[in-house]
């Protein structure tokens, strides 16, 4: 057998240029996706996956690890640490690469489900990320905020008890807290005692037993235990026991000893009280890993917190002003507090003619804080409008998280309280409620029959024959069930890019050279911040961890910065370089005076700012211009 060597030559030469081709069309193909048509395909089938679950820790842990490998060139994924437990607490960063070091730029840290049961906080953070990605190169609006801004997401924070809602019977309520063993019933013993799935359905429900002195029945459909009204009636009766469970440690009573430590969300440090967020602050490896993260990460501008129920945007508002005690105190008289209220009804009813999404908060704020008070009402204000139905509240202090954000680092920080029970859907009556009869007849219509425990036989180890059912599944209420799970991730999303584009954002307006006699000359220069957010917030100032803005001055050697006159709202600049401040939505005009000592010269303007990114600008100057 002969081998032509030049014939495997050309093979291998033109198998070169096949694959030298093919990474050349890749990039040029990943330049060209970019997707004008609303109507055409966005990338969502780049990642596929399925937003009709919810995912256990595993799977999130994969769905990250995926998302890493697929975007490297705009992803990392690290863990912060780990829990009581030993799960790891897994990062993920968003940005691009190639345009700056991730740590430099601005940054929204978004995290989900500090409470355990609040789950539906991680299915947004992941859609966040999933989405923000797939649409990276069809889309010209978010490709640019990937490119300046930077994500730090976190889906599940309190990953010990995420991992035990979504993989285990549960109630709709708990477990909330991190996994911190307490001895509950004072006997000495930890957590002997917790909730346990008597029926082996997978939920857990409420167990009653047949008793002929009952004050229970079933309904006439059998799905429901309802009070029985007639003390005559002929029927058979129950008594109800309490939660699915054993009386393990022999004490008469049942579930009385769960698994459960502090609120994690009482656990930070600003506003902490031994009450709620025992037994000191950051005493659990999952919000102090968190806090630790955020202190590192010195360009977290802003932060998000995920929560649930209730659709509500609510956000740390900067402290009010101290209400005045004693005898300085003014107390209003009735016709003075009617005056008021009607006052503010009909401020309110003029700002919803103008924005009906503008909240309205009767506060007075501290002066030196206005600046932050007024960038949140802005983006609040427009989160009503992206979330539809979701009302902006003032957030609370006592260890939370989104207060340690603002008031401990400075960070502008909102929480959303996620999803609610569609009651405008399942009301039937116009009684503004769902009724167990209204939210039946939702289930069997919406989800198809699902997501009630119908009661039915079971036996109990210690009681014999006991009745478990009459109420709705762990993802009824609290959750969105899977329908509506994309809905609503999809418009926090958008929120929560919202918040970022509207980073602050330094840019150089006009410039104006005027003589000013004698081969002087006054150059006038805009510096503008167009964006909701100012270039720091008033919190940063107060902690003394705010970067002024600089204003920076250079020339050509035939120009010389010298003295002049100010005029009103024009500040005089006579040094090469300025600290100063933009507000959000706010514009600001500096004069430098300068002295032109040969045939022509040029100026060099700078803005510099932290948060707000650099702009730069040339003015050439010459006798006449």
Same mark, same amino acid.
């Given at each position: 057998?002969?081998?032509?060597?030049?014939?495997?030559?050309?093979?291998?030469?033109?198998?070169?240029?096949?694959?030298?081709?093919?990474?050349?069309?890749?990039?040029?193909?990943?330049?060209?996706?970019?997707?004008?048509?609303?109507?055409?395909?966005?990338?969502?089938?780049?990642?596929?996956?399925?937003?009709?679950?919810?995912?256990?820790?595993?799977?999130?842990?994969?769905?990250?690890?995926?998302?890493?490998?697929?975007?490297?060139?705009?992803?990392?994924?690290?863990?912060?640490?780990?829990?009581?437990?030993?799960?790891?607490?897994?990062?993920?960063?968003?940005?691009?690469?190639?345009?700056?070091?991730?740590?430099?730029?601005?940054?929204?840290?978004?995290?989900?489900?500090?409470?355990?049961?609040?789950?539906?906080?991680?299915?947004?953070?992941?859609?966040?990320?999933?989405?923000?990605?797939?649409?990276?190169?069809?889309?010209?609006?978010?490709?640019?905020?990937?490119?300046?801004?930077?994500?730090?997401?976190?889906?599940?924070?309190?990953?010990?008890?995420?991992?035990?809602?979504?993989?285990?019977?549960?109630?709709?309520?708990?477990? *909330?807290?991190?996994?911190?063993?307490? @001895? /509950? =019933? $004072? #006997? %000495?013993?930890?957590? &002997? !005692?917790?909730?346990?799935?008597? +029926?082996?359905?997978?939920?857990?429900?409420?167990?009653?037993?047949?008793?002929?002195?009952?004050?229970?029945?079933?309904?006439?459909?059998?799905?429901?235990?309802?009070?029985?009204?007639?003390?005559?009636?002929?029927?058979?009766?129950?008594? *109800?026991?309490?939660?699915?469970?054993? @009386? /393990? =440690? $022999? #004490? %008469?009573?049942?579930? &009385? !000893?769960?698994?459960?430590?502090? +609120?994690?969300?009482?656990?930070?440090?600003?506003?902490?009280?031994?009450?709620?967020?025992?037994?000191?602050?950051?005493?659990?490896?999952?919000?102090?890993?968190?806090?630790?993260?955020?202190?590192?990460?010195?360009?977290?501008?802003?932060?998000?917190?995920?929560?649930?129920?209730?659709?509500?945007?609510?956000?740390?508002?900067?402290?009010?002003?101290?209400?005045?005690?004693?005898?300085?105190?003014?107390?209003?008289?009735?016709?003075?507090?009617?005056?008021?209220?009607?006052?503010?009804?009909?401020?309110?009813?003029?700002?919803?003619?103008?924005?009906?999404?503008?909240?309205?908060?009767?506060?007075?704020?501290?002066?030196?804080?206005?600046?932050?008070?007024?960038?949140?009402?802005?983006?609040?204000?427009?989160?009503?409008?992206?979330?539809?139905?979701?009302?902006?509240?003032?957030?609370?202090?006592?260890?939370?998280?989104?207060?340690?954000?603002?008031?401990?680092?400075?960070?502008?920080?909102?929480?959303?309280?996620?999803?609610?029970?569609?009651?405008?859907?399942?009301?039937?009556?116009?009684?503004?409620?769902?009724?167990?009869?209204?939210?039946?007849?939702?289930?069997?219509?919406?989800?198809?029959?699902?997501?009630?425990?119908?009661?039915?036989?079971?036996?109990?180890?210690?009681?014999?024959?006991?009745?478990?059912?009459?109420?709705?599944?762990?993802?009824?209420?609290?959750?969105?069930?899977?329908?509506?799970?994309?809905?609503?991730?999809?418009?926090?999303?958008?929120?929560?890019?919202?918040?970022?584009?509207?980073?602050?954002?330094?840019?150089?307006?006009?410039?104006?050279?005027?003589?000013?006699?004698?081969?002087?000359?006054?150059?006038?220069?805009?510096?503008?911040?167009?964006?909701?957010?100012?270039?720091?917030?008033?919190?940063?100032?107060?902690?003394?961890?705010?970067?002024?803005?600089?204003?920076?001055?250079?020339?050509?050697?035939?120009?010389?910065?010298?003295?002049?006159?100010?005029?009103?709202?024009?500040?005089?600049?006579?040094?090469?370089?300025?600290?100063?401040?933009?507000?959000?939505?706010?514009?600001?005009?500096?004069?430098?005076?300068?002295?032109?000592?040969?045939?022509?010269?040029?100026?060099?303007?700078?803005?510099?700012?932290?948060?707000?990114?650099?702009?730069?600008?040339?003015?050439?100057?010459?006798?006449?211009?």
């Amino acid at each position: 057998m002969k081998i032509n060597v030049l014939k495997i030559a050309q093979l291998l030469a033109v198998g070169a240029f096949v694959v030298l081709m093919a990474g050349f069309l890749t990039q040029v193909s990943a330049q060209t996706k970019l997707q004008k048509n609303v109507g055409r395909y966005h990338g969502e089938l780049d990642f596929p996956i399925s937003w009709k679950q919810y995912y256990t820790y595993e799977e999130k842990n994969k769905i990250l690890q995926d998302l890493r490998r697929q975007y490297p060139l705009l992803t990392d994924l690290e863990s912060i640490g780990k829990s009581r437990m030993g799960r790891d607490q897994l990062l993920l960063t968003i940005s691009t690469k190639s345009v700056g070091d991730p740590k430099k730029k601005p940054a929204l840290w978004v995290d989900g489900a500090i409470h355990g049961n609040e789950v539906n906080g991680i299915t947004c953070a992941l859609y966040l990320a999933w989405y923000l990605l797939t649409e990276y190169e069809y889309n010209q609006k978010i490709h640019d905020l990937v490119d300046n801004c930077t994500f730090y997401i976190l889906p599940g924070l309190n990953v010990d008890a995420n991992a035990s809602f979504v993989s285990w019977p549960n109630t709709a309520s708990n477990p *909330r807290e991190p996994y911190r063993p307490e @001895d /509950n =019933d $004072g #006997d %000495g013993l930890y957590d &002997e !005692d917790q909730t346990e799935d008597v +029926d082996g359905d997978g939920e857990l429900s409420t167990m009653y037993k047949v008793d002929s002195l009952g004050t229970f029945k079933l309904s006439p459909d059998g799905r429901r235990f309802i009070q029985v009204i007639d003390p005559n009636e002929k029927v058979l009766r129950f008594i *109800r026991i309490g939660s699915e469970g054993y @009386d /393990n =440690d $022999g #004490d %008469g009573r049942m579930n &009385e !000893d769960d698994i459960g430590g502090p +609120d994690p969300n009482r656990n930070f440090p600003y506003d902490w009280n031994l009450n709620d967020g025992w037994p000191y602050p950051l005493s659990e490896p999952e919000t102090r890993n968190a806090f630790e993260a955020q202190l590192k990460r010195k360009n977290i501008f802003s932060t998000l917190h995920f929560h649930n129920t209730g659709k509500l945007i609510m956000f740390a508002a900067p402290p009010a002003v101290t209400p005045l005690a004693g005898a300085q105190a003014v107390q209003l008289t009735p016709e003075q507090r009617r005056q008021r209220q009607a006052e503010t009804d009909t401020l309110i009813a003029q700002m919803r003619r103008e924005n009906k999404y503008a909240p309205y908060f009767d506060r007075q704020i501290e002066p030196q804080y206005k600046g932050d008070w007024d960038s949140q009402m802005r983006i609040v204000t427009m989160g009503a409008k992206i979330l539809k139905d979701y009302r902006p509240t003032i957030s609370g202090l006592v260890g939370q998280h989104q207060a340690g954000s603002y008031y401990c680092l400075g960070a502008f920080a909102c929480l959303n309280e996620l999803w609610g029970t569609p009651t405008a859907d399942i009301d039937i009556n116009g009684d503004n409620r769902a009724s167990e009869e209204e939210m039946l007849l939702w289930m069997d219509i919406e989800l198809n029959g699902e997501g009630w425990i119908t009661p039915h036989k079971a036996i109990h180890k210690d009681l014999g024959e006991v009745w478990i059912g009459g109420s709705a599944q762990k993802f009824i209420g609290r959750t969105p069930v899977t329908r509506y799970i994309e809905e609503e991730a999809l418009r926090i999303t958008q929120f929560a890019m919202y918040i970022a584009s509207q980073f602050p954002k330094v840019e150089i307006g006009d410039v104006k050279v005027t003589p000013a006699g004698s081969g002087n000359y006054n150059v006038d220069v805009t510096v503008m911040n167009n964006k909701d957010y100012p270039t720091f917030s008033d919190r940063s100032l107060v902690l003394r961890r705010a970067v002024m803005d600089k204003l920076q001055f250079a020339s050509s050697g035939s120009v010389v910065l010298g003295t002049g006159t100010a005029e009103e709202n024009i500040v005089l600049v006579t040094a090469k370089e300025k600290d100063f401040r933009l507000l959000g939505r706010q514009q600001l005009q500096f004069r430098f005076p300068i002295t032109l000592t040969g045939a022509n010269g040029w100026v060099d303007i700078s803005v510099i700012s932290q948060f707000g990114g650099t702009a730069k600008t040339r003015v050439n100057i010459k006798p006449g211009n």
